[in-house]
């Protein structure tokens, strides 16, 4: 080839698109390195418990659905969810960080019962909404110390009334959100902090918000009229003890004969379980705990510990958000937005998916237990399952032997090519056509994080092998044709070969997403990395190759 028409070929579109998508796919590649599956690099085992056996074996796959979708829904790594008898369920993932896997923990843990209240009163609940998913649907602004997120909804025809209904008269009220607020609960306050929080009037969370109402609502108004969970003193008695008669001290003890009568009263209204809300300065003893589960109470403890106010009474009510009503209504409402405040743009986008998740993959049936040995187990009666990792079945170095029999493989078939048509400079571009190819789908698995396993690496073979079929079908098409002198231009021909692979692209494309459609669990990542490598194929390499062609033949 000429030097001139050499220059005019790197100068093609075409040439330029797929240099373009190699140097961005080396840049990603160096930036973010590749996220290898369990196979090569060992995961970790989450065992779950229910707080209960499943009714049917429907009930169970429900509870693994929803959980891969809310875990798939966080992000491209690859978490496989294994149901194990009617009380157990096994998430199986790559190894990772401990953020990492306190992050999904915290996703698992959810019930994800979502509901609005507005001054206590029952506003909307969480299946009676669904995501708007037009443009307007997600909204992140910068509010000077810090971020602004909101999640567009919209209601049904029972939620937009409910929610009209709630909301009447009450302009600039706040609109709280509640995920996974306790039920049949009442929280056991001493004497001493029951009065420190009714005295306070103001609640600043982390992110900068004020869960008080323009200083009217204290802190017990938040917990027994907007959280509507009943509040439980237990109650001193103050003894003097007489020592010798040189001293005189004063000791205080808890009046259980009180405590026991508002356990009764409780008991009668249906509540069954008490969170002891223990601040820093308080000291209910193990007796106290001892004596609620004697009369049939199941006991939490929930301290406050260094946490500011606010987020130890979101911790206790399950309170996301109190955003202000700005807008009046006199009849259903429809429309409404889901917001909060972050202190960085990246948090606030995190927010963003996590409620988009929690709010769109359900409610889970059946409460799943705190894993044991865990964050989410201190201070709990009870625990469930285990968190154990486990080593690689293949290991790293099984990448290695990989990439090196795949560069050989190439090498082998430009051999064979270069046998077939006795013309080095036709099997040198099919060799290096490859070689981008491959560099082009491991970047793009690094720009979206998406986690290699051995299936994806078989996909990515797949493709490849796919690749030099379809190139193998530009180079017949193009000197076949030639050989019979047949009057029809070179670009005629390449069209003809790109009808083939074309109709072959759309069929493999096809089959794969059939794939992805029928829930096929592990199979998803192969059929995933099939369809992203066939379409590079066709849109970048392909094309390119075919240019290439084009300008030798010439």
Known sequence: MERKSFVRMLKNIKILLLLT?????????????????????????????????????????????ILENRLN???????????????????????????????????????????????????????????DTSSRGVAITSTGGGYQWQVAVIHNLEGANRFGEAIAGKMGRPIDSFIDAPENTSILLTE?????????????????????????????????????????QIKTIKTNNDENNKSTAQEENFDFDDLKAQLDELKNK????????????????????????????????KPKGDTIYAEWIKELTGLQSSPRLNFFSSGPVYNAVIEGTSPTKADAENKVVATQVLLSSGNLPIKILPICGTTFAENTEQCGGKETTFDSVLGEKFLSISAIIGIITIIVVSII????????????????????????????????????????IAGIIIVVGTGVDNQIVILDE???????????????????????????????????LALMGIEAGMLKGFAFTTIAGVLIGVIITRPAFAKIVEYIMR
């Open 73 to 131: 829904g966080m992000g491209l790594r690859d978490i496989q969810v294994i149901t194990w008898g009617d009380q157990f369920l096994v998430v199986k993932m790559a190894k990772a960080s401990p953020e990492q896997i306190n992050e999904i923990e915290s996703i698992i843990m959810r019930q994800a019962k979502y509901i609005e209240r507005v001054d206590g009163k029952l506003a909307l609940k969480g299946d009676e909404l669904t995501l």
């Open 417 to 456: 090519i270069f046998i077939r048509y006795r013309k080095m400079i036709l099997a040198i571009p099919v060799m290096l056509t490859c070689l981008s190819e491959i560099i082009i789908i491991l970047g793009f698995a690094s720009m979206i994080h998406w986690e290699l396993d051995l299936l994806a």
């Open 478 to 512: 193009t000197l076949k044709r030639g050989k019979k002198k047949e009057v029809v231009s070179i670009v005629e021909r390449i069209k003809s070969a790109f009808f083939i692979i074309f109709v072959s692209a759309g069929t493999i494309i096809v089959v794969m």
């Open 21 to 65: 998508a190699i140097i961005l796919s080396v840049v990603f590649l160096y930036v973010k390195p590749l996220n290898f599956g369990s196979e090569f690099v060992g995961g970790v085992y989450i065992e779950l418990e229910l707080e209960h056996s499943a009714n049917s074996t429907e009930e169970m796959q429900t509870m693994k659905t």
């Open 270 to 301: 249906g509540i069954n379980t008490i969170i002891i809300a223990q601040d820093k300065d308080d000291n209910i003893t193990i007796q106290v705990e001892n004596f609620i589960a004697e009369n049939g109470f199941k006991v939490i403890r």
């Open 192 to 232: 001493a902090t029951y009065k420190r929080l009714h005295s306070m009037t103001s609640f600043k969370t982390l992110e900068g918000w004020d869960i008080a109402f323009h200083g009217f609502d204290n802190g017990i108004y938040i917990i027994e009229n907007r959280s509507q969970i009943q509040i439980t």
